[in-house]
């Protein structure tokens, strides 16, 4: 396939040196003036990719689109005019709400929606290293993008492994539980995922997971309380000397996913006339540290 990564930062590269591997087309576009990007994967030698090719676009067979949620909008618009309407659309960030704030423009293109685990680290500009292996599902985002369940085959033989779930929005509301639960904590706290396993933690936790499954069964998704717990206890366990990502965005002064993920989660309470005070405490603070914070990006 023709294939263009949209920001390929740790994520975007470790699939587009995937996906090249696995003999597809791959291109990048990004935001350096470049028209060619070196990138190498782990100890593997590096591959000399195409940069911001206009023509690379024109016949792109597949967009994979890896900026992080808050860039969604500004990232894909302006290449809209020149990618064919059959190109299909694939999202890969964390969070929710990005694609629908462009569904509209969007909507003649097949979409479709991933959420993976896999642990990815940009070690340098020109160097991804592949962290953790983990899992990625793939799902419709609308019906053109229901005719995609062949991409499970393309993605699994470049990265296993990966599957179509019918209820992707699951998925991502599972992964979301996941991000309003330990990102905000160990961005204001600056402490490692597993320093939540403590028990001064223990009351907010549970608060967040309680706002949380009120607001996921009033949107129809499948869950219990003790079994969320569970799932963002092993989380924190699994990943206990990571640092998370809106940790790190706040150390280094960067722009934060937060309205993606907790500000995704009190716009649904809010439509739902659902009281999630901590979780509006916890959105506040993360607020105030971006604000107090310069922005590099
Ligand atoms: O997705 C993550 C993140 O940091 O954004 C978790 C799962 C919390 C791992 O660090």
């Known amino acids: ?10 994520v975007g590269s470790l699939w587009a040196c995937k996906l090249h591997q696995a003999g597809h087309s791959v291109s990048l576009w990004g935001t350096q003036t470049s028209q060619q990007w070196k ?28 900026v992080k949620a808050w860039q969604v909008k500004a990232a894909l618009t302006p290449l809209l005019r020149d990618i064919s309407k059959d190109a299909i659309l694939l999202f890969m960030h964390n969070g929710m709400g990005a694609v629908d704030e462009i569904a509209e423009l969007i909507s003649a293109y097949p979409t479709v929606i991933a959420t ?9 500009a020109h ?33 296993p492994s ?18 309003c639960a330990i990102n905000p904590l160990t961005a ?22 309680g706002e949380l499954v009120a607001v996921m069964k009033s949107e129809q998704i499948p869950v219990e309380q003790n079994q969320l717990i569970t799932t963002v206890n092993n989380v924190i366990q699994a990943t206990s000397t990571n640092k998370s990502s809106m940790h790190q ?12 993920i907790t500000g995704y989660l009190v716009r ?30």
């Open 39 to 66: 990138l190498a994967i782990d100890d593997l030698p590096e591959t000399v990719f195409a940069y911001n090719q206009q023509q690379d676009l024109i016949n792109a067979d597949l967009l994979l689109v890896t």
């Open 249 to 260: 965005d706040i150390f280094y002064h960067r722009q934060t996913e937060i309205d993606f």
């Open 268 to 297: 649904k309470a809010q439509q739902h006339n659902i009281n999630v005070p901590t979780n509006i405490e916890l959105y506040k603070q993360i607020k105030l540290l971006e604000q107090n914070g310069k922005h590099h990006d």
């Open 1 to 10: 396939m023709n294939i263009v990564i949209v920001g390929p930062g740790a």
């Open 116 to 124: 993976t685990t896999h642990g990815a680290l940009k070690t340098c």
């Open 188 to 209: 204001i706290h600056q402490c490692l995922n597993g320093t939540l396993a403590e028990e001064r933690f223990r009351p907010t936790l549970n608060a967040i997971i």
């Open 162 to 179: 990966v599957s179509w779930n019918p209820d992707i929005q699951h998925a991502l509301w599972n992964k979301l539980a996941i991000n």
């Open 127 to 159: 160097h991804v290293k592949h962290t953790g292996v983990g899992q990625t599902q793939l799902g419709a985002y609308n019906s053109k993008g229901e005719q995609c369940t062949f991409l499970v085959d393309v993605f699994n033989h470049a990265l």
